[in-house]
Nanobody, 116 residues
Framework: QVQLVESGGGLVQAGGSLRLSCKASGNSFRFASMGWYRRAAPGKQRELVGAISLGGDTNYADSVKGRFTITRDNAKNMVYLSMAGLKPEDTAVYYC?????????WGKGTLVTVSA
């Protein structure tokens, strides 16, 4: 069983930066593809922000390309989402995701609020 715990959310002004962290429990982290998703409001669909493969390859949603960066530290079972140039439309609950052999696990999320 994988448990994911996000941290680092908060309130930031437009144009500011934040770094989200996700700590994964268990020994399977190094086999997992990791991703960050967000949900802008209750009832809205959760959308992919970006993902990082086992080998470190990344892909991002068009809306965050050039502003957000995903990294991972396999030795620490950590994945990070560095966000810069934040916009009010980035306001959302951000979720960490792991996918191990097709099985998804989710954290409880961390709220990011970007004020205009």
């Amino acid at each position: 069983q994988v448990q994911l715990v996000e941290s680092g959310g908060g309130l930031v002004q437009a144009g500011g930066s934040l770094r989200l962290s996700c700590k994964a429990s268990g020994n399977s982290f190094r086999f997992a593809s990791m991703g960050w998703y967000r949900r802008a409001a209750p009832g809205k669909q959760r959308e992919l922000v970006g993902a990082i493969s086992l080998g470190g390859d990344t892909n991002y949603a068009d809306s965050v390309k050039g502003r957000f960066t995903i990294t991972r530290d396999n030795a620490k079972n950590m994945v990070y989402l560095s966000m810069a140039g934040l916009k009010p439309e980035d306001t959302a609950v951000y979720y960490c995701n792991s996918n191990i052999y097709g099985v998804n696990h989710w954290g409880k999320g961390t709220l990011v609020t970007v004020s205009a």
